[in-house]
């Protein structure tokens, strides 16, 4: 087998070549290449020309496509390198070396110019990226009719290949590096991959970068005088043309907020202009651009391994990682929306909210509510962010589904990879089930020991009162003034919000009001264990009464953070008074977890941790799955047993294999990314600068709060505590004005509730904390 040999002929050597086999003589310059020797010949009347003489396992039949392909570009006009005939009349000429060892010889054609990466950097201009644009799409233009079989070839440098060279050589980088490149490469593999087989495929030159690409800076500096160097050309999809254009253009770029969104807007324009891209393409050209500077780090990374003596190489990948952290901060979704305007395309193709709204009205039920005095149409949704139809960034404070932020790439990796497999139900056996309880038990304490997965939080919840019901052998329910448990009939019946609320019918028989610990308003006020034995009598006087009817509490539910009710923070010692006193009753303890669990908290996995509680019954919901329908009911191998009656227990959603594995990929992101931690440090900067507000504004009655659940209760005096309703329902639509999403809570509508996707940061905190002071000021005057 023939091994790699770059070509060592010496000017002597080549000259004579040239004699014999071109007619041709002068002077040689010897050019830089990869495993290629380049020369490039002035000829003695004048004329130049470049010699390229082939890596000795180049196969033939790809330098015969690199000539086929120029001079079918030649024949549409393009300006591009055409190979000259030798004197056989072939283009390929044969030589060997004094080893005997043959070589491929080719003499181009020379297109004069300055490299991009060279020219004045005064020249780049929208004038200039719109051309490079334009001259790219000719390009691919031009190509759409050319076919060759030495196109059809593996190469490491083919985008196509960019996810798998990435994943074999990203272990070469520093963690940091790595860090990096997983958040492209997840993008790529949830956003791109999936519609790989919708992009339009053909040869391309797939390689021009800026010392490909020549500019006349004298005559014409803002347009684009030459494409040279077919080495890299192949068979893929057609968008990676431009997609590696822009990321080599971008690389000479300084700031990301000005110069690199315009030279990318003007150059994709440019090239819509001549070969209009399809909406996948567009969709997939952030990820793609991204792709390919990840490729470049990666296959650097293995050569500074082999020659880490070689500063020249640490230097010139330097651009790359420079890019790939501008990229980082900006949405990939923002992009997409400037690309479709700069190529005058609507940034939504869908209805409008309008029409969206008239249908709602007739066909979804009038009940179904929206927010907002002019409602809001959501697209997209990333990190902490959702985006409208027009591509405005609106940062999301309420949303406590979407846990780890909107679509996660790695829990919308574990869907898709999921549900391409497999999804039915439990009678069958299947791994994911057994993996997803194991790791979720083990964020349980250990006597909470058996999972039962249903699809909601409601769900969770009535299923919670069936437990209870066949472990006590009572139905008799205890609950908290002002809680919402759910949408389900036994959840309303549960829930003071509904029951005592519009519409509803107050609490049936068997359901036992109790008073709402609340430190602030409530009747006993302040977090010390005066207030908290004070409303635990609350339940012990229900229980006594109950007694007296000869009956007993079948369990006792409770939000372990009231969220409806007021984004209350209930007084330490609580739960733990409570628990005692239903047990000793004979009743058993529900902690409703599915506003506030999974680390929200900060300090704690679990909201009742922080009550130093163990309860008997835990349901879970929301965050559970980052948006994907999903809940489970945590409880003790006791009940779960008394549970067993004769009657059959089948959930048919419940427990399948891509609820398992979206929720296997909460947990672990929730682990990786240390958001618990990440929840009571940003929970906590928030707080002080919420309470740096309170010290200025009197309107800020309280600041309450536990990680990442947070309440701002506004009043119009603080000694009456009168709530400011009109004013905090004003306050809610500055915030939209300022693009940020925010709603109220309590029975005054007077607390702003504040229970972002953990994505949220301290900059987002900082973004709320001055809007926030905006409207303050304004309500103070």
């Known amino acids: 087998m023939t091994t790699a040999k770059t070509p060592e002929f010496s000017n002597a050597q080549v000259i004579e070549l040239l004699l014999q086999q071109y007619k041709l003589s002068g002077q040689l310059k010897k050019l830089p290449g990869y495993c290629d020797q380049n020369l490039l010949l002035n000829t003695d009347d004048g004329k130049q020309y470049i010699v390229k003489i082939a890596n000795a396992v180049e196969p033939k039949l790809e330098l015969e496509m690199q000539n086929a392909a120029m001079a079918h570009l030649t024949h549409k006009q393009c300006a591009v390198p055409c190979a000259v005939n030798n004197i056989q009349g072939d283009n390929i000429s044969i030589i060997t070396d004094v080893s005997k060892q043959s070589f491929c010889l080719r003499v181009l054609t020379f297109i004069p110019g300055k490299f991009y990466a060279d020219a004045n950097s005064n020249t780049h201009s929208r004038a200039l990226w719109t051309d490079l644009g334009q001259f790219i799409g000719n390009i691919d233009l031009a190509l759409a009719d050319f076919q060759h079989p030495g196109a059809f070839r593996y190469l490491d440098w083919d985008l196509a290949q ?120 567009l969709e997939v050209l952030y990820s793609l651009i991204a792709l390919r500077l990840c490729t470049t780090v990666c296959n650097a990374a293995l050569a500074i391994q082999q020659q880490p003596d070689n500063e020249y190489l640490l230097v010139s990948v330097q651009p790359a990682w420079q890019l790939l952290e501008q990229l980082s901060a900006v949405n990939s979704y923002a992009v997409l929306c400037q690309l479709r305007l700069a190529c005058q395309l609507p940034v939504d193709s869908g209805q409008s909210a309008a029409e969206i709204i008239n249908y709602r009205k007739k066909h979804l039920g009038k009940t179904l509510s929206l927010s907002y005095q002019q409602p809001l149409k959501m697209v997209r949704g990333q990190g902490a962010y959702l985006f409208n139809e027009q591509g405005v960034p609106y940062l999301d404070m309420v949303n406590n589904v979407c846990h780890v932020g909107h679509c996660h790439p790695k829990v919308v990796a574990a869907g898709q990879a999921q549900l391409a497999k497999l999804n039915t139900n439990t009678r069958y056996l299947h791994d994911n089930i057994v993996n997803y309880a194991d790791k979720l038990l083990a964020t349980m304490p250990d006597k909470l020991s058996v999972c039962m997965l249903v699809n909601s939080g409601s769900e969770a919840n009535e299923l919670a ?73 609350s339940v012990k006087e229900t229980i006594e009464q109950l007694a007296l009817n000869n009956k007993k509490p079948g369990a006792f539910i409770c939000e372990s953070l009231q969220g409806v009710a007021g984004q209350i923070i209930m007084p330490d010692g609580y739960l733990t008074q409570v628990y005692a006193h239903v047990r000793a009753a004979g009743g058993v303890c529900i902690a409703d977890e599915v506003q506030v669990g999974f680390g929200r908290v900060g300090s704690h996995m679990w909201a009742f941790e922080t009550q130093n509680v163990i309860p008997d019954i835990v349901t879970l919901g929301k965050p559970i799955g980052n948006g994907h329908p999903m809940a489970a009911v945590i409880t003790t191998q006791e009940i779960a047993d008394a549970f067993v009656t004769g009657m059959e227990y089948f959930n048919t959603f419940g427990g399948n294999p891509v609820s398992c594995a979206i929720g296997i990929a909460v947990l672990d992101v929730i682990e990786q990314e240390q958001l618990q931690n990440h929840a009571l440090t940003t929970g906590q900067y928030f707080q002080d600068q919420l309470n740096k507000l309170k010290q200025r504004f009197e309107l800020i009655g309280d600041v309450r709060g536990k990680g990442l659940f947070i309440g701002v209760e506004l009043v119009e005096d603080r000694t009456t505590k009168q709530p400011a309703t009109d004013k905090t329902s004003w306050l809610i639509e500055h915030f939209k004005q300022h693009h940020i999403l925010l709603s109220t809570e309590g029975p005054f509508y007077n607390i702003l509730k504040i229970k972002p996707p953990l994505a949220f940061n301290s900059g987002d905190a900082d973004k709320f904390i001055n809007v926030l002071e905006l409207g303050l000021a304004v309500l103070s005057h």
């Open 162 to 281: 960019g996810y798998r060279v990435c994943m074999s050589k990203k272990h070469l980088l520093n963690p940091q590096q790595v860090n990096l490149v997983d958040k492209f490469l997840s993008l790529y593999q949830t956003q791109t991959m999936p519609v790989l087989s919708q992009l339009p495929q053909g040869v391309i030159h797939n390689d021009a970068n800026d010392y490909n690409l020549l500019i006349d800076d004298i005559n014409t500096p803002n347009k684009i005088s030459g494409l040279i160097d077919f080495g890299d050309m192949v068979h893929s999809h057609i968008v990676n043309e431009l997609a590696i254009a822009c990321a080599y253009a971008l690389m000479g770029e300084k700031s990301v907020h000005e110069d690199i969104l315009s030279a990318l807007t003007s150059i994709v324009a440019g090239y819509h202009k001549i070969r209009p891209l399809l909406d996948v393409e």
């Open 465 to 537: 009162f069936r437990l209870a019901r066949c472990f006590t052998k009572s139905r008799e329910l205890l609950v908290v003034d002002g809680a919402y448990h759910g949408n389900t009939n036994a959840c309303i019946e549960a829930s003071p919000y509904k029951f005592d609320g519009p519409g509803g019918e107050g609490a049936p028989a068997y359901v036992h009001k109790v008073t709402l610990p609340d430190p602030y308003r409530g009747e006993f006020l302040g977090n010390n264990s005066d207030a908290a034995t004070a409303y635990a009598n």
